[in-house]
């Protein structure tokens, strides 16, 4: 009766940790995948980029940071050029990318 209670336990234990795990993952706003994605306003947030990975980020997304990266507020930022234009790019700690 006890190994009984024993592998029912584990059975019940197994099964809902599965349907946990997907849905904590859907609901993680943090970078999904590799390709750096444009928005509007950067998202609030601590920022784990180094230096080296923004400019790889920036680079990808085709700008060519002209100065400097300097961390500012969770976001990395710097002068940059694309298709002949200067502005001010910036990258949140999910990896998107904003140019003004």
């Not at 706003?29 to 923004?54: C, L, M, R, W």
């Not at 790889?56 to 507020?73: H, I, W």
């Amino acid at each position: 009766m006890v190994r009984y209670l024993i592998a029912a336990s584990a059975v019940a234990l197994f099964a809902s940790a599965a349907p946990a795990q997907t849905q904590a993952g859907s609901r993680n706003p943090v970078i999904k995948d590799s390709a750096p994605h444009g928005v509007a306003a950067p998202a609030k947030g601590a920022n784990s980029f180094t230096e080296d990975q923004a400019r790889g980020r920036f680079a990808k997304a085709g700008y060519k940071v002209a100065s400097k990266l300097t961390k500012q507020n969770g976001l990395w930022q710097g002068a940059a050029t694309k298709g002949g234009k200067r502005m001010t790019v910036m990258l949140d700690y999910k990896g998107n990318i904003t140019a003004r």
